[in-house]
């Protein structure tokens, strides 16, 4: 029997705000335990909430930046559990009315696109952090992370395949940093998703009992952890078994997921309406302010590129997939208008040497304007191609431009013909058997006599002056 995987994936993102969602600790990452809160943020009594006003500005940008529709009016809630991380015995949230509902992400799998509905999006605080000892039976409770801004974007179950999820995690990701409201940082819990997954007949409309998977805290595991369950839940409904809705927890160093605990419904966590806070009021031109600050994002950007640069779509997905990137083409085309080369040598060699060297494009050893420059003395034929590889290696190492070292190591290309004509002679009577063969129709052996003068000029002769040479010579 055939299976259709249906999957929703529920997104947190941590704010980029300088203090709490509802007090003013610092958010700042790493600090010892328990030394970024306050009474309000450890719920004591008496204490009273207050809206951080940016944490609502950055999850009106992300509505917008995803066609949501902003409620005019909106107000948190009390999501009542009991957990040694949660100081208060609940969590403040959105239920009913959230901030942005009903939106949608464009993804492409394998040359197709896809809509992926985004059923809402709403703020809340996060909660603190056990830290289990490895020795003993105890754990420690780190209350720094909570209060710290978070916003979650649920999807509808419209997601079909891992792939497709881990694509959409990565749009995700990627609109939350053009848009500079997250840093989008897995390993420091700072974009975290959990992943509901079902299976249904082929060709069936009725959605099957889901399981939700926990601690995925990279794209690849979304998609190995999904995958795994898929055919966990393939395997139990051939044997005649149920799927049983419950929360299940990705362990990578096993490649499978376990029972953590019965799945809840909302009705489990007594929702209620926070007797502290006013309801949300966003008005007109409270949008329109967040519209005009709104950057050019991913999807536009790359179309542009297709466009006005004539860039390849896989190019432009390239280029494009952050922000940072995108403005290193931009500000290396501002140098040398010539949008193909520049592209080539970003993905290739520059993403190479990033990639190597496990550096963020933040941290590039070669700037924009200095990769301009060595891409004009290739276009003004001072170097080759192949030299001028050599020297990007030593402008990442010394950080000299790259006129400096190509006069430094004497790499000037060479193309005059009076000094290339007899290389290529000595060449041609070196090798009479090649030439022979050439001249009797095996053309291919050009390769072979560049190839050789190259070699006696140490890479430095101009392989077009080369090809001109040899060619009126061999006949």
Known sequence: MEFTPVIGLEVHAQLKTKTKIFCGCSTAFGAPPNTHTCPVCLGMPGVLPVLNKKVVDYTIKMALATHCTVQKTSRFA???????????????????????TQGHLEIEIDGQPQRIGI??????????????DPD????????????????????EPDIRSPEAAGE????????LRYLDISDGNMEEGSFRCDANVSIMPAGSTEFGTRTEIKNLNSFRHVEKGILYEIARQKEILLDGGEVVQETRLW????????????????????????PDLLPLVIDDDWIERMKKEMPELPGARKARYETAFDLPPADARVLTASRELADYFEACLAHFDRPKPVA?????????????????????????????????????????????????????????????????KGLVQVSDSSAIDPIVDKILSDNPDEVERYRGGQKK?????????MKATRGKANPKVVNEILGKKLG
Do not use: C
């Not at 709403?122 to 289990?132: F, Q, S, T, V, Y």
């Not at 959409?168 to 609109?175: D, G």
């Not at 160093?253 to 966590?269: C, F, I, N, P, Q």
């Open 78 to 100: 009390r999501k009542n559990y009991f957990y040694p991380d949660l100081p208060k015995g609940y969590q403040i949230s959105q239920y009913e009315l959230p901030i942005a």
């Open 119 to 132: 059923t809402r999006i709403h703020m809340e605080e996060d909660a603190g952090k056990l830290i289990h």
């Open 136 to 155: 003993r039976p105890i754990s420690r409770v780190d209350l720094n992370r909570t209060g710290v801004p978070l916003m979650e974007i649920v999807s």
């Open 168 to 175: 959409y995690l990565r749009q995700l990701r990627s609109i």
């Open 251 to 274: 362990q990578p160093d096993t490649g499978r997921t376990v029972s953590m605990r019965g799945k809840e419904d909302a009705h489990d966590y007594r929702y209620f309406p926070d």
């Open 344 to 408: 080539n040598w970003i993905m290739a060699e520059l993403l190479g040497l990033l990639n190597a060297k496990g550096l963020d494009i933040t941290e590039s050893p070669v700037s924009p304007e200095s990769l301009a420059g060595l891409l004009v003395l290739v276009e003004k034929d001072v170097i080759s191609g192949k030299i001028a590889k050599t020297v990007f290696e030593a402008m990442a190492e010394t950080g000299k431009p790259a006129k400096v070292i190509v006069e430094e």
């Open 445 to 453: 052996l050009m390769g072979f006599f560049v190839g050789q003068v």
